[in-house]
């Protein structure tokens, strides 16, 4: 619960949701920052491109692995340089919204807007009903940048239930899209989120009435929401409403819960490597992916390392410093809700290596990893020499939320590893303890969740 957990806002951190292409750095200072990546993607052409921006750059909690070209499923707390960016933002002729917070940077709020070239606050002259509503106006010419206002509350009287957001908006030339945006979030972890992208208001229209709905975990800890104007133009919002809904009434409207997910198995594939590659060159292995999303002779499988019978896979590298590579599958989780599940996977590495096996709940919060190095140290009498088979497991418990599970080997730096006869299967949690969860940074402080409020306050923009 909330008041038993301890911990700071961090600097940065990590995580990974699937179905995108890129990790994004999310940081306290509301400033986002591709890792192991060069570009996102590239100017596309009309709604399809302001809609994949939406998503890209207005995620409160971003971004993932892509099913094209996936991403190591990982989630890591990591410490990086403080962003030199100085957000200055220019006076508003617009009345403050009395609730709402307007700045681009701060615990909750959505990372990597635009401090300059926006106005926003409280317009008495336009209103869908009573005498204000809220806008967003540019005031520049980048059809790339954006701009969102929001609250945050306490998630505690709508935990375990499914919410929705209503409100009514205008638009006025807008030319990358409006829309309603809504999060949940863990004490570490983005758990759902909305925005709009998919179903955004473009160009000129007159009221119209939107929704998201959301679903709200035991482990949620904050609910923020808002609207978003992407690109140029002005959008006004008025009369928002939040509340419960019965499921059998109003789908989710998550981005992690989109029709991508039905796309992963019900069951993991080819645990044994006996699958015949399909490529001419025979490096991709059927049923796993790579972190790279392309296959090379780094990891492969090897026909002519035989264990038992069977060929094992390889990741290997030959270059010094953190390079990650990792072979891993994902597959849907509703078979597997409320119940542990363990992955295991026998490992011959070379002496020193830092790599090992991992399970991830994208969506759950949790990263468990289990080490060649912590199997070295419970194993002091015997340390095992790079001719050892070690079988290594990761276990988990899956929320009955959660989407996907992912799992795979993963090989850190320098070194080689192969796999053989990996399995996946559901465990008793009276005879199989977890694997202790690798350390997540803390996105909000306990201090920070008392300060905020249990209900939303001015939802009709008339304080």
Not at 26 to 48: K, M, P, Q, Y
């Amino acid at each position: 619960m909330v008041g038993l957990v301890d911990g700071i806002i961090s600097d940065d951190v990590v995580l990974w949701l699937p179905k995108f292409k890129n990790p994004f750095l999310l940081n306290s200072n509301g400033v986002d920052s591709v890792t192991n990546a060069s570009t996102i993607c590239n100017r596309l052409e009309s709604s399809v491109m302001m809609s994949r921006k939406l998503i890209l750059l207005a995620l409160g909690a971003a971004l993932a692995v892509s099913c094209s070209s996936p991403k190591p499923p990982h989630a890591i707390a990591k410490k990086a340089e403080p962003s030199k960016e100085v957000q200055v933002q220019t006076p508003s002729k617009f009345a403050p919204m009395e609730g709402w917070v307007t700045d681009v940077s701060g615990p909750g709020i959505l990372p990597g807007q635009s401090a300059s070239g926006y106005d926003l606050g409280i317009d008495q002259a336009e209103f869908h009903r009573g005498k204000a509503s809220a806008t967003i106006v540019s005031t520049g010419s980048n059809p790339d940048s954006w701009r969102a206002f929001s609250q945050g509350i306490r998630a505690n009287n709508y935990r375990g239930n499914r919410i929705r957001l209503t409100g009514y908006l205008k638009t006025k030339d807008v030319s990358g899209g409006a829309g309603l945006w809504m999060r949940v979030d863990g004490m570490e972890t983005t758990l759902t989120f909305d925005n709009m992208a998919t179903r955004a208001i473009h160009d000129t229209q007159d009221w119209t009435k939107c929704s998201v709905v959301l679903d709200v975990p035991d482990d949620a800890v904050t609910i923020y929401f808002g609207s978003i104007l992407m690109g140029t133009g002005q959008c006004w919002a008025d009369d928002f409403k939040l509340e419960t809904v019965d499921r059998s009434d109003a789908k989710t409207t998550a981005i992690r819960q989109g029709p991508d997910y039905l796309d992963d198995p019900d069951e993991p594939q080819n645990l044994d490597f006996t699958s015949t590659p399909t490529t001419s060159k025979d490096l991709d292995i059927p049923g796993w992916r790579n972190g790279d999303g392309q296959w090379d002779s780094a990891i492969h499988l090897n026909v002519h390392a035989i264990r038992n019978g069977k060929p094992t896979a390889v990741l290997y590298n030959d270059s010094t410093g953190y390079h990650l590579r990792a072979l891993f599958q994902e597959i849907k989780a509703a078979p597997y809700g409320n119940k542990r599940v363990q992955f295991q996977a026998f490992i011959r590495a070379t002496t020193g290596v830092d790599g090992g096996v991992m399970v991830s709940v994208p969506g759950g919060g949790q990263w468990v990893f289990s080490s060649v190095a912590e199997y070295e140290k419970a194993h002091k009498s015997r340390v095992p020499t790079s001719m050892d088979w070690i079988p290594l497991t990761a276990v988990v418990d899956v929320p009955n939320w959660a989407n996907c599970i992912q799992f795979g080997v993963e090989l850190h730096d320098k070194g080689a590893m192969h796999i053989s006869e990996t399995s996946f299967e559901i465990v008793d949690p009276a005879s199989t303890p977890l694997t202790d969860p690798t350390p997540v940074a803390k996105l909000y402080t306990v201090e920070f969740l008392n300060r905020l409020p249990l209900k939303p306050v001015n939802l009709d923009f008339e304080k």
